[in-house]
């Protein structure tokens, strides 16, 4: 059985125009209509931890699993200095975030996230 999935791509100006309750509350409820959003410019790791937050809030076990996350650092390096500025509340360069019952991250590269949407009743 086929299925269909919506992916929102959210631009950077969009995400950057917003304040950090509103980026959450756009995400989480698009997430809980079973879309897949890609925000262009990705989330402060405090912005990243206060969807989590907010996420264990929401979860249901009937209707809202949760949400699956995966982003790229702000910079492709590990060095010390890159490391403090991602502390920092430097926003990652891009974020994916589905349902959890739909999205699997399969590999994180450097340059490419790999992910899998699960479609279907489950039948």
């Known amino acids: 059985m086929y299925g269909e999935v919506q992916m929102d791509l959210i631009s950077s100006e969009k995400v950057d125009s917003m304040?950090?309750?509103?980026?959450?509350?756009?995400?989480?409820?698009?997430?809980?209509t079973g879309k897949i959003v890609v925000l262009e410019k990705g989330?402060?790791?405090?912005?990243?931890?206060?969807?989590?937050?907010?996420?264990?809030?929401?979860?249901?076990?009937?209707?809202?699993?949760g949400i699956e996350i995966e982003s790229y650092p702000a910079t492709g390096g590990d060095t010390l200095m890159e490391r403090l500025r991602r502390k920092s509340g430097a926003k990652n360069r891009m974020?994916?975030?589905?349902?959890?019952?739909?999205?699997?991250?399969?590999?994180r590269?450097?340059?490419?996230?790999?992910?899998?949407v699960l479609?279907?009743?489950?039948?």
């Not at 989330?43 to 699993?65: G, H, R």
């Not at 590269?109 to 899998?116: A, C, N, R």
């Not at 479609?119 to 039948?123: A, E, H, N």
Request: net charge negative.
């Open 19 to 32: 304040s950090s309750i509103d980026k959450i509350r756009l995400i989480l409820s698009k997430v809980k």
């Open 109 to 116: 590269g450097k340059y490419q996230i790999s992910t899998k």
């Open 95 to 107: 974020m994916v975030v589905g349902p959890a019952n739909q999205l699997r991250t399969v590999e």
């Open 119 to 123: 479609v279907g009743d489950g039948d």
């Open 43 to 65: 989330l402060s790791p405090e912005e990243e931890a206060k969807l989590i937050e907010m996420t264990m809030i929401e979860i249901n076990d009937d209707k809202f699993s």
